[in-house]
């Protein structure tokens, strides 16, 4: 994350991302929960498994957007 934003004080065209924990024990003090369960039902099957690479295929379906590239966490953060 502070290389991410280190480009983008240096002129990189993009976006700061904050970070936050959410609780993941006590999902009504999440707000994204009742977003994603919606995104879940949708892009989920019950009946069988499904490999990363279609829940991620099948979640940009559902939210009509293009793929972008992943965020990298760096091994050494502090």
């Known amino acids: 994350m502070r290389q991410h934003h280190q480009q983008i004080n240096g002129g990189t065209v993009g976006v700061r991302v904050g970070v936050c924990p959410l609780p993941s024990k ?41 793929r972008q590239e992943h965020l990298i966490m760096p091994t050494k953060v502090a």
């Not at 003090?29 to 977003?35: K, R, V």
């Not at 039902?41 to 559902?62: C, Q």
């Open 26 to 66: 006590r999902p009504w003090l999440n707000p994204m929960a009742p977003t994603w369960s919606h995104a879940q039902r949708a892009v989920l099957e019950t009946d069988r498994r499904s490999s990363a690479d279609e829940l991620e295929a099948r979640r940009y379906a559902y939210d009509g957007c293009q």
